[in-house]
């Protein structure tokens, strides 16, 4: 059986891969009395006269909501908030596993960034932290940018910044396996939305002077066919000029990163590149590249975003 189908099977068989259970026995009177009415009025009260109280008294100290709109979701991207839903328990179930943090999936029922943020709003009391998950490009910054704004927890979007730090750590190492520095490197960046943007101002905040970025109509510059988010990376990166797609960016470059679709990298674009290139593809569920063909044409490092595969680099590090 392959990965999809039994992955498939297997959500089949949990019917959801969380479950929560109380902190406490359950079996008697005086537990029901410490646990519920009459003893939990005495907590309430502490929180009402002082509401940093919840973080002693509630779950709230430890619990992160991961909040989506359906609109980005890994690899199939716009698929609403109920096929977001295994995804997003998904990455509950690793916030339990590898930090012991209690998460929750929120899935909301709109993609209006007005109803998002108020949303997110009128529920933060209960948590500690807000993760955003799988919210499309620009939407995604203007929601993360007033959350932060308005909510008094942290705000997190785990497509920029879990992505930008995690890949940012690999391409410094693998400069160094190559004997490259970033700051005379030529990286090339397939993927402007969320990850991407937010890959390239981190680079560039790291010293990355030779930065080329890319989507589906090829790289980006100043005009009408990419958004206001795009259009500001723009003014700061492609410092050479280059015009044309994906297969104009990469000849001669050190590195490419790919966080945009299946396929979109071939064996030739990896021969035009320079000498010992570092290939990131990291596209979900199917990278932009096979690593054994990316390997075959001459790449020194590859890496992926799979967990199946060696190299991984993906926001759940």
Request: proline share 5%.
């Amino acid at each position: 059986m392959d990965i999809a189908a039994e992955s498939l099977a297997k959500h089949a068989e949990w019917r959801g891969k969380l479950a929560f259970d109380p902190k406490m026995d359950i079996a008697t009177r005086h537990d029901l009395a410490v646990a519920y009415t009459p003893g939990v009025a005495e907590p309430c009260k502490v929180i009402a006269e002082n509401p940093e109280a919840a973080y002693d008294y509630t779950l709230k100290a430890n619990t992160v909501a991961v909040v989506s709109d359906g609109s980005a979701a890994l690899g199939p991207g716009n698929i609403g908030p109920e096929a977001a839903m295994p995804v997003m328990e998904g990455k509950a179930a690793l916030f339990k596993a590898f930090g012991g943090v209690d998460a929750f999936p929120i899935c909301l029922d709109t993609q209006d960034t007005d109803e998002i943020v108020e949303t997110v709003i009128r529920i933060a009391p209960a948590f500690g932290g807000i993760n955003l998950e799988d919210i499309a490009a620009p939407r995604c910054f203007e929601v993360e940018r007033r959350l932060k704004e308005r909510c008094d927890i942290p705000v997190f979007h785990d497509d920029q910044h879990g992505t930008a730090i995690v890949l940012a750590a690999a391409l410094k190492n693998a400069l160094k396996v190559v004997k490259k520095d970033i700051s005379t490197a030529r990286l090339v960046i397939n993927g402007a939305g969320s990850a991407g943007i937010a890959i390239a101002n981190f680079l560039l905040s790291l010293g990355a002077n030779d930065l080329i970025v890319c989507d589906r109509l090829g790289i980006i510059d100043e005009s009408d066919n990419f958004n206001s988010a795009q259009n500001e990376l723009a003014k700061r990166t492609n410092p050479r000029g280059v015009k044309g797609t994906l297969k104009d960016a990469v000849k001669d470059a050190d590195a490419f990163i790919g966080v945009s679709a299946k396929d979109v990298l071939s064996q030739d674009m990896v021969h035009s590149m320079n000498c010992d290139p570092i290939v990131f593809a990291m596209a979900n569920p199917s990278p932009e590249i096979d690593p054994k063909l990316a390997l075959e044409a001459g790449a020194k490092i590859v890496a992926t975003g799979r967990s199946d595969l060696p190299n991984q680099i993906n926001n759940l590090l």
